[in-house]
Nanobody, 118 residues
Framework: QVQLVESGGGLVKPGGSLKLSCAAS????????MSWYRQASGKERELVAR????????NYVDSVKGRFTISSDNAKNTVYLQMNSLKPEDSAVYYC???????????WGQGTQVTVSS
């Protein structure tokens, strides 16, 4: 059974930091590209950051470049999103996504809320 469990969300003041985690199980983590998406209220879900299965390549949406860092730990089957210099416009539900190169399937987590407000 595939599971992606996000954690680390919460309420933070502008300029603050949060680190999201996504613990994966039920598929070969080392052979999956992992991504973080977010969906703000009333808006479409957007890709925030993506890391290749080998961890050698990362991509970010322009609005988070220089502030967010995606990383993965194959030993822990976990992907992280370090978010610094948070802005109110970063407020959203953040979702973890896995793209398995073995099965071709895509898996999603349940999401974790991030609220940036003073």
């Amino acid at each position: 059974q595939v599971q992606l469990v996000e954690s680390g969300g919460g309420l933070v003041k502008p300029g603050g930091s949060l680190k999201l985690s996504c613990a994966a199980s039920g598929f070969t983590f080392s052979r999956a590209a992992m991504s973080w998406y977010r969906q703000a209220s009333g808006k479409e879900r957007e890709l925030v950051a993506r890391i290749s299965s080998a961890g050698s390549s990362t991509n970010y949406v322009d609005s988070v470049k220089g502030r967010f860092t995606i990383s993965s730990d194959n030993a822990k089957n976990t992907v992280y999103l370090q978010m610094n210099s948070l802005k109110p416009e970063d407020s959203a539900v953040y979702y973890c996504k896995a793209e398995s190169h073995v099965t071709g399937y895509v898996y999603w987590g349940q999401g974790t809320q991030v609220t940036v407000s003073s």
